[in-house]
């Protein structure tokens, strides 16, 4: 007969799931699996969940059907994903600061936070997978490091929010 879990195992549980998603203060790059990333480094970006899910679409469990959303808002790179890991509720999502990589690093990197085979996300990223990028990103040279020229399937969302 199973044993219910104990109150302080579920609350010690919900606190780890908001330091993976919210971080603390100092940190440069938060990696989310809930629903939402509300707030980074004082930036607030729970709006940027609807308007990416209008690109990313339904959710998956495979890199060939993957959509990634990149924008980036006051100095905040955001990205959303609609790939959801088969024991996880949400697709992942990503927010950053630090400028020094390029996309397929920072896609990559998420997918190893969440302690996922990475096997053919290379060629996947390279042919399969949709970029919609947000024009914003290009109103600042820091961003030219993305590197979103080895991605084949590259969308750019207008100002009027049209891919």
Known sequence: ?????PQVL????ATLVLLVCFGNASAQTLYCPLQYIGEFEGVELADQYEIAKQFTGS?????SRTNV???VKEKVLYLQTNFRPAEGEYPLKLATKD????LKFYLKDLLEQFEQSTSGFDRAYADEM???VD???FTNPKYKSLGLSNARKLSLIDEHGLA
């Open 130 to 132: 949709t970029i919609y």
């Open 69 to 71: 959303y990149v924008t």
């Open 1 to 5: 007969m199973p044993r219910p879990v």
């Open 99 to 102: 400028f020094g990589q390029d």
């Open 10 to 13: 579920k609350s010690l549980l």
């Open 135 to 137: 024009q914003k990103l």
């Open 59 to 63: 959710d998956v469990s495979t890199f």
